[in-house]
């Protein structure tokens, strides 16, 4: 039933919204975000647990700065983070002990972030020109267009195939060493550095790993790196070479192996004849 009542109620806020004009301006998805994410506060307060509290007011800190990025930069971001979100909720009870978080909860909050994540993606594809896009359009299509151009043409098409490889064998290798998996999660993390898509894609599936693991630390770092994958890589500011996990900071640029360094030269240049 809270799967149902969650995609409902999702639907009706959107509905509401729309009809009433409470989204004519972008501010009203990144609240919404902000609302979501800080429930699990209050029920660790109402659970009486401090450590609790504490790590859930770390994680919603997380989902606010990505709110305050997506109202500032692209509402992308929000939809990425809403649908994040839901994510959360699935493996919330293995990451965090909350004793105040009701049954039902996680999955209604789930099927919520996810269909709200989804409508609002869906004004976005659209291209809506009243609403919450009114204000929001030319900075999207600005955001997109200066994503477009700092990668060649073709590139991503190119360096898929080799970012799957990678993801296959980290799938492959999970049976036998979660260390052994993540190895192969951080090749495909520098091979598709300079794809935002392809970026953005290798951080969730990190954070996948990192929620398996119930490895707190990495989860908290995965989710600020899918941001600023979403936000930097388009505007070349992201290091490259960085291999993208936890124990690394975000800002160091490192060595490229060979080997992955012969395939996005040859998937760039490539790129860059075709373009041409």
């Known amino acids: 039933m809270e799967y149902i009542v969650g995609v409902a109620l999702a639907f009706g806020v959107f509905v509401f919204a729309r009809a009433v004009g409470f989204d004519r301006d972008r501010v009203f998805y990144p609240v919404m975000l902000v609302v ?41 971001i929000v939809v ?83 970012v799957d490889a990678e993801l296959a064998a980290s799938a492959a290798a999970w049976a036998e060493s979660a260390a052994g998996a993540f190895r192969h999660l951080e090749r495909a993390h520098v091979l598709g550095q300079a ?22 630390r990495e989860v908290v770092s995965q989710i600020f790196r899918i941001i600023g994958a979403a936000v930097l ?6 290091p490259e070479g960085n291999t993208g996990g936890a124990n690394v900071s975000a800002f160091r640029p490192m060595p490229i192996p060979r080997d992955l360094a012969a395939i996005i030269a040859s998937a760039s240049s490539i790129a860059e004849h075709t373009a041409a």
């Not at 659970?47 to 692209?74: C, D, H, M, P, Q």
């Not at 890589?233 to 992201?238: D, H, I, N, P, R």
């Open 36 to 76: 979501v994410a800080s429930y699990y506060d209050l029920f660790a307060a109402m659970g009486g647990s401090r450590e609790a509290l504490a790590a859930e007011v770390l994680v919603t800190l997380l989902f606010v700065t990505a709110a305050v990025i997506g109202f500032k930069t692209n509402l992308w």
């Open 233 to 238: 890589t388009g505007v070349k500011a992201v």
């Open 80 to 162: 990425a983070a809403l649908v994040g979100h839901g994510v959360l909720d699935f493996f919330h009870g293995d990451v965090i002990a909350n004793p105040g978080v009701p049954e039902w909860w996680p999955m209604f909050c789930l099927t919520y972030d996810v269909a709200a994540g989804a409508l609002l993606a869906a004004l976005l594809r659209r291209g809506v020109t009243s609403g919450v896009l009114a204000r929001a359009g030319r900075g999207e299509a600005s955001m997109s267009a200066s994503c477009e151009r700092a990668v060649p043409l073709g590139f991503r098409r190119r360096i898929r195939p080799h």
């Open 195 to 216: 794809s935002t898509l392809e970026h953005v894609r290798v951080h969730a599936r990190m954070l996948s790993w990192a929620l398996r693991q119930r490895d707190a």
